[in-house]
């Protein structure tokens, strides 16, 4: 039987362990992002800026996560300042480029579009990984 330091040292260990894989996926996922959606991922913060650190894709894959575990979804809206940011001429465009990093992805982040009265509303919600749907 473990001692509870030594249990604590355990979990600490596996924590820490975790945290590792996890940000390791996040930074494979990031580097398959197309160029395309660079300005949009910098902007989210779904590349590492060496500046500040600043990196939200492992947060954001865990809230996608746990969201999804809940029957919910994350989602953004659009408009038509956000195309002239991403550098994108319509929302066609857009959404094409967000099926690429779909595809890119491996489907193991589902993106759906749904068309609004002045934009598009993107839906991201987390897919089961299996040994079949990996990187």
Known sequence: ?????????????????????????????AALIPSSLHKFAV??????????????????????????????????????EDLQRYGFENFDALKVELHGLEQAWNNLVRLETSDREFGVRVYYSATEITPERTL
């Open 43 to 80: 902007e989210k913060g779904w590349v590492k800026n060496d500046v500040d650190n600043w990196w939200t894709l492992p947060k954001f894959f865990e809230n996608l996560v746990n969201n999804t575990r809940n029957g919910g979804f994350n989602s953004e809206d659009f408009g038509q």
């Open 1 to 29: 039987m473990l001692s509870i330091k030594a249990a604590h040292e355990e979990k600490t260990r596996l924590e820490q362990e975790a945290v590792a894989v996890w940000e390791k996926l996040a930074e494979d996922l």
